[in-house]
């Protein structure tokens, strides 16, 4: 840290929001994950002994990713990159960076990089040379499951941790800190608070310190000196406080039953149920990317041909994601889902390839009639039935197998005669029933 660092760290400790200033700074002030901070743990004795090796943590915003990532650290080189900013100009920045320090001031350098999902998979592995031959020790932070949107490669050379959101215990314990510390806290305001204050701030955070921390702060501020004191209670704080905070967890069980009640409502034919779990989903920092590939499923699951277009409405939201992005691809989103929504419904090519893969599994050796096979592999010398070419016949018919001796007669596809499947039903009842007079 330079000159200029240490002014600024200075000026921010003492401006900054209550929630910065009360960070912990070392592993004995950190409140919760005493599974990963506690003493007898790994993370604990590597930062000790100044022997971290990387580290992934994951966990819902507020849960002290960024903070354990400064702890980690300790005296070493620290650098903070965001995956959502930065790019690989600025991881190898950091690398050159790190080599400077090494050779002038014998520190190794923690590398930070918050929502490292974000990052590609190029730019991931831009990284791996550098984490591996220790030039930096990776501290990666995310919101999302690491074993789903992080190279295998960086997790292999890395220590995966999962960060607990707070408990309400663990939230009253930093609200005691925040409330008595005079240095850095309002242990200088002679603050109250009620106990049903606290048991507010506990239940708007929904286990984010900085939203009880900040909405503390706000409510200290505002309230006037009565008798030497600033008493808080429940109807003042509710006055500062934040909406409580939306708990979708992307990478928990609720992720994937919005996710099912989304698509059992498209399915249900009920666009405003569908477009109040879209709304949920977004709100809730969904991947608008997971929501598409969702919508396309389902327009080929649940709707299929009973109306085609389904399929190609969701597949150019997706495409039209890709030009756009939030805010406004929720339009697109909504579009798509209203559309499907409202769209006649047959699951026939959903049940026609199952059935199919139950043929294949039960007759795996079936083989095709020798005309279907590419003409490049026909044998001359036998007097085999010849291909007939389709288009060549009136309709653009003619009665000849296809399926295997063993499937003659079987029916995978079964239009329900819902939309356009309708002419689809009629048509290939006229076509089987020529077929039946083979």
């Known amino acids: ?80 990159l965001n995956a959502t900013t930065s790019g690989v100009k600025d991881i190898k920045e950091a690398v050159k960076n790190s080599k400077e320090n090494i050779l002038y001031n014998g520190k190794k350098t923690i590398l930070f990089i918050d929502e490292i999902h974000r990052f590609s998979k190029s730019q991931q592995d831009t990284l791996l040379p550098y984490v591996e031959d220790g030039t ?89 000196v009565i008798d030497g004191k600033r008493n808080l209670t429940e109807e003042i704080l509710k ?43 977004l709100k809730g920092g969904e991947d608008p990317k997971f929501i598409a590939r969702r919508l396309i499923i389902s327009a080929s699951e649940d709707i299929g041909n009973a109306d085609p277009h389904g399929l190609m409405v969701a597949t150019n939201a997706m495409t039209a994601l890709n030009f756009v992005g939030m805010p ?30 139950e043929s294949v599994e039960k007759y795996p050796n079936a083989k095709m009639p020798k005309y279907l096979r590419d003409k490049s592999y026909a044998d001359q010398k036998t007097k085999d039935a010849q291909y007939k070419y389709p288009p060549n016949y009136e309709g653009s018919y003619v009665k000849q197998q296809y399926l295997p001796d063993e499937l003659v007669g079987e029916i995978f596809y079964e239009p329900n005669g819902n939309g356009v499947e309708l002419r689809i039903k009629d048509k290939l009842e006229r076509i089987r029933g020529i077929k039946n007079e083979l």
């Open 136 to 224: 930096v020790t990776l501290v990666g932070a995310t919101t999302e499951n690491p074993f789903y949107e992080v190279n295998n490669a960086l997790i292999s050379r890395s220590k995966v941790l999962k960060l607990d959101p707070l408990t309400s215990d663990d939230i009253k314990k930093i609200i005691d800190i925040a409330i008595k510390d005079k240095k850095r806290g309002l242990g200088n305001y002679n603050v109250r608070i009620s106990e049903k204050g606290i048991e507010y701030l506990c239940d708007i955070s929904s286990g984010d310190a900085r939203v009880a921390l900040n909405t503390l702060e706000i409510a200290v501020l505002t309230t006037d």
């Open 328 to 357: 406004e691809a929720r339009i697109i989103l909504a579009q798509a889902t209203t559309y499907l929504a409202s769209a006649s419904k047959s699951n026939a090519s959903y049940l026609g390839i199952k059935k199919a893969m």
């Open 1 to 80: 840290m330079d000159l200029f660092d240490y002014e600024r760290d200075k000026v921010l400790e003492k401006n900054a929001p209550l929630a910065y200033r009360m960070r912990p700074r070392k592993l004995e002030e950190f409140i919760g994950q005493q599974h990963i901070v506690g003493k007898n743990t790994f993370l604990y004795k590597s930062v000790k002994a100044n022997r971290v090796t990387s580290v992934i943590l994951h966990g819902r915003p507020g849960v002290g990713k960024t903070t354990l990532g400064k702890i980690i650290a300790g005296e070493n080189n620290f650098i903070q």
């Open 239 to 281: 006055q500062c406080g934040q909406k409580k905070i939306f708990n979708y967890d992307k990478g928990g069980d609720n992720h994937y039953d919005y996710a099912s009640a989304f698509i059992k409502s498209i399915r249900g034919s009920d666009p405003d149920a569908g477009l109040y779990y879209l709304a949920v989903m």
